[in-house]
């Protein structure tokens, strides 16, 4: 059956999933009427704001789910692209936007995340 990669920690999950559920012939819905409330919640809360609203936990998980994506997803060509922004064009925006090299740590943390993880390749 169709199930989420776990080897996603938090975010980019859901993306991996639909483009899954695309490649095997099968149409995607969207509805509002569904909604989803956490039980428990704030793993965040500790952590300062570091890009705007983003924490750096965040921002080394998304980062990490960006990379791993782009190893599982991708075509070469694709991934060079996506490389070349995320190790050069990426990290230079975060400095300019925060105004502080603090970003380049979680980010390329998240960078190293994403090269490390073992790669499950869709079915």
Excluded: N
Aim: aromatic share 10%; charged share 30%.
């Amino acid at each position: 059956g169709l199930r989420f990669d776990t080897t996603y920690f938090l975010y980019v999950e859901d993306l991996d999933f639909c483009r899954e559920v695309v490649a095997r012939g099968r149409r995607l819905w969207v509805t509002t009427r569904a909604t989803c409330r956490h039980a428990e919640g704030g793993s965040q809360r500790d952590d300062p704001p570091l890009l705007g609203p983003m924490r750096a936990r965040q921002l080394e998980q998304i980062t990490r789910g960006k990379v791993y994506f782009a190893r599982k997803r991708l075509r070469w060509p694709q991934r060079i692209v996506f490389f070349a922004v995320a190790l050069l064009l990426r990290p230079t925006a975060g400095v300019l936007v925060a105004r502080s090299l603090r970003v380049l740590g979680p980010y390329f943390r998240g960078v190293r995340a994403g090269l490390r993880a073992p790669l499950r390749r869709a079915r």
